[in-house]
């Protein structure tokens, strides 16, 4: 589910597979970090967030996890419904009141 | 009820036209924002306003000036309107600047 290019990276799996999506970040001093749901003609929707003194947190269907050591994220959706298809962002906060959203990630899911 | 609202959701206009698009939150958020998103869904911050003042203006030209009546409200304005200014823009709220945000659902301004 990552790429590096022009185009938005696509995941797509199975319905009832798992789904993991990916995120790196590089801001060392970001402490806070944040998923969004975006489906298709709506804003982006919060789903989970996480801060910086831990290393996992699970929601309904979904975990996020955290790796400071190498400045990655992903999220983890149980048991993947077509319901969930749609683009998925991280986003981070660091010091600054900046958010930073990450390139986000198309889940595709097929039934 | 709607959590943020825009209007309007959709907005087709000509080079060099001036344009406004409202947003309203009756979350009671004290920190609202601004952002693009381009062709490719990459999200970018314009603007953010922590209770009607200004704490995020990135390099945006000054076509766009948001102004914010009151902390409900948070309107972006646009002069002189260009073809690359065609995306979708969306309002978003927080409780305050550090926490997560809601979204409305968007405005797609066509400029032909």
């Known amino acids: 589910g990552e790429s590096v290019g022009l185009h938005l990276p696509t995941l797509s799996v199975q319905e009832g597979d798992n789904s993991i999506i990916n995120c790196a970040y590089s801001?060392?001093?970001?402490?806070?970090f944040i998923w969004y749901k975006q489906e298709s003609g709506k804003g982006p929707q919060f789903i989970i967030d996480i801060r910086s003194n831990m290393d996992k947190r699970q929601g309904q269907r979904v975990t996020v996890l955290l790796n400071k050591t190498v400045k990655h994220l992903s999220l983890q959706i149980a048991a993947t419904q077509p319901g969930d298809s749609a683009v998925y962002f991280c986003a981070e906060r660091g010091g600054s009141y900046i958010p930073t959203f990450g390139r986000g990630t198309s889940l595709i899911v097929h039934p | 009820d709607t959590a943020v609202s825009q209007t309007p959701k959709y907005l087709v206009t000509q080079m060099g036209n001036d344009k406004s698009i409202k947003c309203e939150q009756n979350?009671?958020?004290?920190?609202m924002y601004w952002y693009k998103q381009d062709s490719k869904k990459f999200l970018k911050i314009m603007f953010s306003?922590?209770?009607?003042?200004?704490?995020i203006n990135e390099t945006v030209p000054n076509r766009f000036s948001p102004k914010s009546p009151d902390k409900a409200h948070l309107n972006l304005h646009i002069n002189s309107l260009e073809l690359g200014d065609s995306a979708v823009y969306f309002c978003?709220?927080?409780?305050?600047?550090?926490?997560?945000?809601?979204f409305g659902p968007g405005t797609r301004l066509t400029v032909t």
């Open positions: 801001n060392s001093a970001s402490d806070y």
């Open positions: 979350l009671g958020h004290d920190t």
């Open positions: 978003a709220s927080s409780p305050g600047h550090r926490d997560e945000q809601y």
């Open positions: 306003y922590n209770n009607k003042e200004l704490i």
